[in-house]
C-alpha cells in the first residue's frame, strides 16, 4: 500500500483530504515536523486561510525548511488549494508576505471587475471546467487521463501567477479571467481547486498522486 503524508500544521482541511485518499487506495499518516516530512514517500500540503497565517504557523513549527528540502529530493509533493499558493514565491494577499518559493510566481487577487467594468463576484466558489494550459496537454501530469472542461469544485479570492508559462498546468475561466488552475513545477504540483471535493474526477488525481 502507498504512503502518503499530509501536512499538520492548523491550516488544512485534513480529515476530508486524509478520507479522500485513504479511499484512494492509500496508507495515509500526518507530518507534524520536519523528522515526518523527511521521512515522507509522498507530501500533501493542504490549506484553507490566509497565506500570511499559514506561512507563520509553518515557521513556527520549524517547517519551510524541511518543505523545501522534500522538494528538492525529487519525491511527488502536492499543494491543494491554499497549498498551492504556499508554493509560490511571495503572495499580495494582506500585505506582501514570502511562501516557500517552489513555483517562480507570485499570489495575486482576483480580479473584481470584469472587462466590461461589471463587478465579479468574489471570492469565485462553486464548479468550473479546467483548460490545459500547455501545448502538449496533460500527458505525464497529475491531470492526465481527464478530458479537458473538465469540472473542479473552487473556493478562493487569491490566484497564482506563474512566472514561466512552463509550470502553468491548467487554466480555468471565471467570468472573463483566466486563472491559474494547476501549476506543475518537476515533482511538484498544486491544485487550486480541491481534488478531495470534486467527485469522481478529483478522486482520479488523487489516485495518480498515488501511482506516480
Not at 514570502?98 to 465579479?120: K, S, Y
Not at 508559462?165 to 480555468?172: M, Q, Y
Request: aromatic share 8%; hydrophobic share 45%.
Amino acid at each position: 500500500m502507498k504512503q502518503v503524508s499530509i501536512v499538520d500544521y492548523d491550516c488544512g482541511n485534513l480529515r476530508s483530504v486524509a478520507q479522500a485518499f485513504e479511499h484512494c487506495g492509500a496508507r495515509v499518516s500526518l507530518a507534524q515536523d520536519a523528522a515526518d516530512i523527511a521521512a515522507a514517500e509522498r507530501l500533501v500540503l493542504p490549506g484553507v486561510g490566509a497565506f500570511a497565517t499559514a506561512m507563520n504557523r509553518l515557521a513556527e513549527r520549524d517547517l519551510v525548511g524541511a518543505l523545501q528540502d522534500f522538494a528538492a529530493t525529487g519525491r511527488p509533493f502536492m499543494g491543494i488549494c491554499l497549498g498551492m499558493q504556499l508554493l509560490f514565491e511571495s503572495s499580495q494577499e494582506f500585505g506582501r508576505h514570502p511562501g516557500l518559493g517552489l513555483i517562480p510566481g507570485h499570489v495575486v487577487p482576483i480580479a473584481r471587475r470584469q472587462d466590461n467594468g461589471e463587478r465579479r463576484k468574489i471570492p469565485h466558489i462553486g464548479w468550473a471546467g479546467l483548460r490545459s494550459a500547455r501545448a502538449d496537454g496533460w500527458s505525464g501530469s497529475l491531470l492526465e487521463g481527464l478530458a479537458e472542461g473538465s469540472a473542479m469544485y473552487f473556493v478562493h479570492s487569491f490566484v497564482g501567477n506563474p512566472a514561466d508559462p512552463a509550470h502553468r498546468l491548467a487554466d480555468v475561466d471565471y467570468d472573463g479571467a483566466l486563472l491559474s488552475a494547476a501549476v506543475s513545477r518537476d515533482n511538484v504540483t498544486g491544485t487550486q481547486f480541491h481534488p478531495e471535493k470534486s467527485g469522481p474526477l478529483g478522486l482520479r488525481i488523487l489516485r495518480r498522486f498515488i501511482e506516480i
